[in-house]
């Protein structure tokens, strides 16, 4: 009975010591101390707070916005006990997510008090992390890829210019560029909740407009022409004689130049005095 009795108890030792290291494994976090260091703790958001969203990264694993008991806002990656802390959020949601180059960068907006528009600019490889902290408080941006995939842009309005946040070969740079046309600075929301622009209403047809098609009048009826005059008539000799004054009395006619090919479209807006704005660097694997 004895022998019964040790044996329970060395099996509820055995499974509670599994159900503890299965706690630690997955209930643990490291978050950065601000002096360099980490501190590792419980992690409360993946053992009692809500997932948020999840977004997918270039190599197949998945990250995973969470909110912990307390109101605070952190990422993590499957496969990473370090997590990405969002620590003055008062809010948070995934925006975009776009694979630039070897990166994949997720823009995350937030709600900070006293800033209502705030955004996390995260690239991950891996997971090595870099992260940005943008925005004007006021404006959604708008995001757009180049067409090779290289390179990102994030414009905000800044009166009658866009200040441009271009993300490119690991780096962020911040210039002011000259606003193309079509885009009004002034359009309230400057861009949606997938942070792409809000373009004007298109104006509605007229009615009886016919869908808009044109219609071209019918073309003109070709002038008769004239009689000829009668062969050895007094008004065929009048006639004669007043031909060659009427060709002297007639202007050469003017050589216009040929019209000009229609304009190219307008170049890309110039870029000046682009600064570069350092990251935060973050190794998850620490």
């Not at 260091?37 to 409360?44: E, H, I, R, S």
């Not at 016919?210 to 019918?218: F, K, L």
Request: net charge positive; with cysteine; hydrophobic share 45%.
């Amino acid at each position: 009975m004895a022998t019964y009795k040790n044996f329970a108890s060395a099996h509820w030792r055995t499974l509670i010591a599994g159900v503890a290291a299965g706690v630690l494994l997955t209930g643990c976090a490291m978050t950065p101390n601000g002096r360099g260091g980490v501190l590792m703790g419980l992690d409360t958001a993946e053992l009692f707070g809500t997932p948020i969203s999840t977004f997918r990264l270039r190599d197949g694993t998945e990250g995973t916005l969470r909110k912990d008991p307390q109101g605070k806002y952190s990422i993590k990656l499957s496969q990473a006990f370090r997590v990405v802390p969002l620590a003055n959020a008062i809010t948070a949601r995934v925006a975009r997510v776009e694979n630039v180059g070897e990166r994949t960068v997720v823009i995350v907006e937030t709600q900070e008090r006293g800033c209502a528009y705030r955004y996390e600019v995260l690239a991950f490889q891996g997971t090595d992390v870099l992260q940005w902290t943008v925005g004007n408080c006021k404006d959604r941006p708008r995001v757009d890829v180049a067409a090779d995939g290289k390179s990102l842009n994030i414009d905000f309005p800044n009166y009658n210019r866009l200040s441009r946040m271009i993300y490119t070969d690991n780096r962020l740079l911040n210039a002011s560029v000259a606003v193309p046309p079509g885009v009004d600075t002034r359009a309230q929301p400057f861009a949606d909740d997938a942070l792409r622009g809000t373009g004007p209403a298109i104006a509605a047809m007229p009615a009886g407009n016919d869908s808009g098609r044109v219609i071209p009048a019918p073309p003109a009826a070709a002038p008769a022409p004239a009689a000829a005059p009668k062969t050895g008539s007094r008004a065929s000799a009048r006639a004669r004689r007043q031909e060659p004054a009427a060709r002297a009395a007639t202007p050469a006619a003017i050589s216009l130049p040929a019209p000009r090919a229609a304009a190219a479209a307008p170049a890309a807006p110039m870029i000046f005095q682009a600064e570069e704005i350092k990251p935060v660097v973050i190794d998850l694997r620490k």
